[in-house]
């Protein structure tokens, strides 16, 4: 069935528009004799019409048929937790593909920069390692300036949360700041958070 072939008076009569259903401008979300046009709904002579795209609201009360514009998801804000996976790494920083903010699903295709930390050079320095390719990553939004989703783990709840052994390709399992593979028994280091090793990991 077509757009132009939806809704005749008597199918409208019968279904209506279920409550939190998708609409497109146009669409036909009752007649006139059952609701009137709430917001961002019109009367096309006798069909209450949707002017935007959004959700349906019926208001029983009083008899009105509204849309909710669709907003988009937010973009991440400073103080946010977003999680992740290492997508690029590079001398002292690492992309982050990021698939939630604050827990919850976000298709928006975020990337996050990743700052590492570098030990000042000298005598004994050695180059910690933070992050690997693949990881997946629990980061707080340390700052968006310019458009960069700027991240940090240095808070005890961000770091990674899941890798796989650089050896085998198994789960990693681990506490404090080495995680040993059950596998082969490499050692692994990384910037862990503090549920690192749980399972399934919650974002
Ligand atoms: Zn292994």
Do not use: H, W
Not at 71 to 77: H, I, L, N, V
Not at 110 to 128: D, V
């Amino acid at each position: 069935m077509d757009r132009a072939d939806r809704g005749t008076d008597s199918e409208a009569k019968s279904a209506g528009m279920k409550k939190n259903s998708v609409v497109l401008p146009g669409d036909e979300l009752a007649v006139s004799e059952e609701y009137l046009p709430g917001k961002y709904a019109y009367d096309d002579s006798g069909r209450i019409r949707a002017l935007l795209a959004g959700r349906v609201v019926e208001d029983m009360v009083n008899r009105e048929i509204s849309v909710k514009p669709v907003t988009a998801a937010r973009t991440p804000a400073v103080g946010d937790y977003v999680t992740g996976q290492v997508e690029v790494v590079q001398s002292n920083s690492a992309g982050v593909r990021i698939y939630y903010l604050n827990g919850k699903p976000t298709e928006k295709g975020f990337s996050g920069m990743l700052l590492l930390r570098r030990e000042p050079p000298g005598r004994g320095a050695r180059t910690r390692t933070y992050v690997k390719l693949g990881d997946i990553v629990r980061a707080r939004v340390a700052s968006t300036l310019n458009a960069i989703i700027q991240l940090s783990i240095d808070d005890p709840r961000s770091g990674v949360i899941f890798a796989l052994c650089g050896n085998c390709g198994r789960p990693l399992l681990g506490a404090g700041n080495r995680a040993k593979c059950e596998e082969c028994g490499n050692v692994e280091e990384r910037k862990f958070a503090n549920d690192f090793g749980q399972s399934p990991i919650q974002p």
